[in-house]
């Protein structure tokens, strides 16, 4: 795994294609030399996609489709990391790099335990390999590959490790991910520039309107003031809200974790609650203005809304767009653009592969594991479901504390042992059921 970890393989920067294409190449040679049956480089609009899969176990073993994604984040900022993101570096039990856990760990995971179910005999179930070097930017390539090869990918279900732990020895698996949508705004007031002294009180600010319109979509409690946005939002089953209640994500949790003075959002939730069922609406970023006394032309907004089960997305982006136009002052043109549009994925938690991940995961750490919803998406376990109708087991080795897309990301050397023993024991179970 520290090969691959060494490769810059940043999927957002043109500059590093070389180093997504290197990425490929080491995983396609890795399973060339595992022996599967099937190996193949998939080229793309973008990022190549890497298949592999040994169907030697034949059709009456259940067949199933490994997801995972060797593009990582940009390391940035680079000085708060302790040792170099593309150099991996043990420190305290914990292998350090940008990827050692999202996702080249999640990866290693699973073809080291291939590795030693190969080392002792033959493969007990069909194993088909999928990997992406897009994740990181919304997963576009995937979204024609996967309609387009149904018959290619066709399995009982995918399992996917791009998930996480709930703590440390506490593992847990997802049944539900929230979708979202990310629309970029641009206000435009004057024409260029002005001496803010000679405009200033005849000429609006962009900057000016477009804080009010960020600082007008949230009431105090932390509630969208857009109308009819909660209209569609599912309420909790009765079996959820007891799953809920077993949830260690509490406020401490919250606290530990962010490291802000106090936590904040809808009393009427839970913090768990708040973060998984519950649609969210945040500004990831806002830009406008210089260093000087003018008043700015132009002023720009990336914003984000987190949604869950029975939103709609285009729907809620049509919402959001009347409502900022029905704000508008007379005084400022607008420019909305949908970036990106993803709805909520929820699924079954009573199905036999996640019988048998439940008590995979329970002889492994020796607790019963956490079944909980999360507040992230993962494209491809949407896309799989809306066109293949493939259900998924979501679980994985991340730590809250792993640093996931910030500086220091790390895996953590025992869990990840932990967990390709769990993926050993999953695959044999499988193969037994
Ligand atoms: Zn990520």
Redesign the pocket.
Known sequence: MEELLKIPSISILDEYAKDIGAAADWLIQKLTDMNLLLVKKISTERHPIVYAENLSAGQNKPTILFYGHYDV?VPDPLNAWESEPFVPTIRNNNLYARGAS??KGDISTFLAALESIKAVGELPINIKILLEGE??IGSKSLRTFIPENQELLKADFCLNLDSGMSDYDLPSITYGLRGGIYVGLKLTGPAKSLHSGMFGGVIENPIHVLSRFIADMLDKNGLVTMPYFYDDVRIMSDEEKELSKLNPKDEAFFLKESGAPAIWGDKNFSPYERTVLRPTFDVLMVQGGERKSAITSTANALISFRLVPDQDPKKIYQQFEAYIQSKLPKTMTLEMNLLGADPAFIQDVDTPQIEIMKRTLHETWGVTPIIERSGGGIPVVCLLQRHLGMPTVLTGITLPDDN??GPNEKIHIPTWKKGIESVIRFITLLGNA
Request: hydrophobic share 15%; proline share 0%; no cysteine.
């Open positions: 984040q999202d996702n994740e990181e996931l897309h």
